[in-house]
């Protein structure tokens, strides 16, 4: 063979070779986005595989495995969306890595579903539809397997989106919907719906505008000093302190409140109690951590980087006692009304519900999680620990209001507005030093009102994206959920 054709050969091997190279990535690309969907699967069959063997053979055990799966499924999707709320503030501020975050989220989601998730649902998803006015069981399990399939398919298409929802929501709006299509708009209690709508705009609002005055109180106490360690050093152990109470409050009252009974004044009295023991804990502690620390801002973040964490461990653990049973209601009603028929009194949630919830839910963050990590805590705007922390206190005083008020409001739309309350704070304390800039400073250069739209500090096409998500989450469910409803009762009757 002559040296031109080995030479063209060799070309020839190198290009299939360059292809066989490309093949094999590309596949390995494929197989590892099909992994998580995968190991989901798996954890949804093995959740159907659970309940057929709890539940015994009877005339509605496939019923039960079939609602098994659709709560396991709901489980995996409340994880990849709504734990990213609690979240997101700590590993934007890069306080958290993502594998920190991860881990400490599924510990504490699936500990505060299991030690202090809720065992009884008071009414069917808080009361939304009268379960009398469907008449027989039968009809009420197709009601509730069409609620908790719409609202799964929801926030999964929610999440795939980029836009975080209130899982609660979700299921409301899907039993609404269920309940509508099976008896009539007479079948819904229109008074808790009006007040869930409310939620809508009190829960964001009154998260941003205590996330937005606790970071003025943080700039003007601590940042905006001269001497920015000695204030940090005063006012810090406080605002640790504040945290500790409106966190041992929160927990009592929503996450504690299915193991004791608590009322808000006991519950104000632990968190009060918490509160000055940690204050008084945490002042040799900042002393100490604060020692040999520039005065400028950065060395303000390591003080407030341990406060964040922690408050981002005890969201998750409230979130996982009181959201969980939510989420896994119209489930634990499915295996009520099949194995005993009743229809008209408190669902009782049993052990193994649970646990499909809060081991779903800890899957589904693991596998789902990091994008909707991602949008909460850098896509809004951007956050250092100083605003994280605004953000998780923030989400725990506004629940403590709320109850006070009796409010219906949702975490996610709590912690979301509390984000885009630092956000929007920020531009206009950004645009009011300017101002004073430019009147101290009568020749300054002025910038350009293009330039100064550009340079906004909360993305506005992520704040029109997670707006829309919530408005329309309660009609897109209902209306999902209605389509289900028939094509159930199709199939079944």
């Known amino acids: 063979m002559s040296e031109g054709n080995q030479i063209r050969h060799l070309d020839t091997l190198d290009r299939d070779l360059g292809r066989v190279s490309n093949i094999e990535t590309a596949s390995q690309y494929v197989s590892r986005t099909l992994v998580g969907p995968g190991i989901a699967f798996v954890f949804i069959l093995a959740a159907a595989l659970a309940a057929l063997l709890v ?47 991860i881990a400490i989220a599924a510990v504490c989601e699936t500990a505060g579903a299991l030690i202090a998730g809720g065992d009884v649902v008071a009414t069917v998803a808080k009361g939304i539809v009268s379960p009398a006015s469907m008449g027989t069981p039968r009809v009420f399990i197709w009601v509730m397997l069409a609620a908790l399939l719409a609202s799964a398919l929801w926030v999964n298409l929610a999440t795939w989106v980029g836009a975080p929802v209130s899982t609660t929501h979700a299921v409301v709006g899907g039993v609404a919907g269920a309940g509508i299509a099976s008896s009539g708009l007479g079948a819904v209690g229109w008074s808790t719906m009006s007040a869930i709508a409310a939620s809508w705009v009190v829960s964001p609002l009154l998260g941003g505008l205590i996330a937005a005055g606790v970071l003025w109180f943080i700039k003007s106490r601590i940042i905006y000093r001269d001497d920015k360690i000695a204030a940090a050093r005063l006012w810090v152990p406080v605002l640790v302190g504040i945290m500790a109470a409106a966190f041992a409050s929160y927990i009592a009252l929503k996450g504690l409140s299915h193991v004791v009974a608590i009322d808000l004044g006991r519950a104000l009295a632990i968190g009060l109690f918490a509160g000055v023991v940690v204050w008084q804990v945490t002042i040799p502690v900042i002393r100490r951590q604060s020692r040999g620390l520039e005065n400028r801002n950065k060395s303000l973040k390591t003080l407030f980087s341990v406060p964040l964490v922690a408050s981002a461990a005890l969201l998750s653990f409230a979130h996982g006692a009181n959201d969980v049973a939510n989420a896994v209601g119209p489930l634990a009603a499915i295996v009520q009304a099949s194995g005993s028929g009743d229809i008209t009194h408190a669902i009782a949630i049993p052990f193994w519900v649970m646990l499909i919830g809060a081991v779903g839910i800890s899957f589904g963050l693991v596998l789902f999680g990091p994008r909707m990590i991602r949008v909460v805590g850098t896509q809004i705007t951007k956050l250092n620990p100083m605003r994280a ?79 829309a998500a919530w408005v329309i989450t309660v009609p897109a469910t209902a209306g999902l959920s209605m389509i289900l409803f028939h094509a159930i009762s199709a199939i079944a009757g």
């Open 55 to 101: 539940f015994g053979q009877t005339t509605n055990t496939l019923v039960v495995v079939i609602a098994a799966a659709f709560g396991a499924y709901m489980a995996l999707n409340i994880g990849a969306n709504d734990v990213a709320n609690n979240m997101g503030p700590a590993v934007g501020a890069r306080a958290l890595t993502m594998g920190g975050a």
């Open 389 to 467: 922390y605004c953000v998780a206190l923030s989400a725990a005083i506004t629940v403590i209001v709320a109850s006070w008020l009796g409010l219906p409001v949702s975490s996610t739309h709590i912690a979301v507005g509390a984000v885009f309350g630092v956000g929007f704070f920020r531009e206009w304390d950004t645009e009011r030093r300017l101002r004073r800039t430019l009147d101290a400073v009568p020749d300054r250069p002025l910038v350009a009102p293009e330039e100064r739209r550009r340079r906004k500090l909360v993305r506005r096409s992520h704040v029109m994206t997670i707006l």
